[in-house]
């Protein structure tokens, strides 16, 4: 895929979650929460580039520092992401403000560490960024899971 492609990717992976993240969602138990991230990683990596050749310790750094950034922002997400149980026992899940707040802070590293690359003379393909999301989304779906089990009971109640 062209870096455009995959740019305009990007951009409408993440506009969907924003969306969806603040309208209150069901968290189902065993979805398919992790289907997303592995599409955005089997592209990220079926491109290559993910290292620039002429700057590979720099691009390496580069590339973990986007994952930890992917690691940070998914569990903040996460946390910020209320949480309730209904009427029926089902467990549902809303962004709130501060999850908004961890998106726009988690956009700005990005353009910092993307703006560092160019300072650098470091060429990125947006592989890296396709990671990075793939990685935070997945964290997510992740903590959420097991905050969800964790308001679940783990047996049926006996009456």
């Known amino acids: 895929m062209s870096g455009l492609v995959n740019a305009l990717v990007i951009v409408a992976v993440v506009a969907v979650v924003i969306v969806r993240q603040l309208r209150p969602r069901q968290v189902g138990a065993g979805g398919r929460w992790w ?3 592995a599409v955005l990683v089997v592209l990220a990596v079926r491109d290559g580039g993910l290292l620039d050749s002429a700057h590979r ?3 390496m750094a580069l590339l973990a520092a986007e994952l930890v950034v992917a690691v940070v922002m998914g569990m903040a997400w996460a ?3 209320r949480m309730w149980k209904d009427a029926d026992g089902s467990v549902w899940a809303q962004g709130t ?3 908004v707040a961890v998106w726009v802070a988690g956009i700005a590293v990005r353009v910092g560490l993307s703006a560092g690359a160019a300072g650098m003379g470091v060429h990125q393909h947006t592989g890296s960024l396709l990671l990075g999301v793939a990685g935070t ?3 997510r779906g992740a903590v959420l899971m097991l905050r969800a089990q964790k308001r679940q009971p783990s047996y049926p ?3």
């Open 79 to 81: 946390g910020t992401t």
């Open 57 to 59: 310790d720099a691009s």
């Open 35 to 37: 289907l997303l991230p």
């Open 97 to 99: 403000k501060a999850t």
């Open 137 to 139: 989304l997945l964290i």
């Open 157 to 159: 109640a006996v009456s």
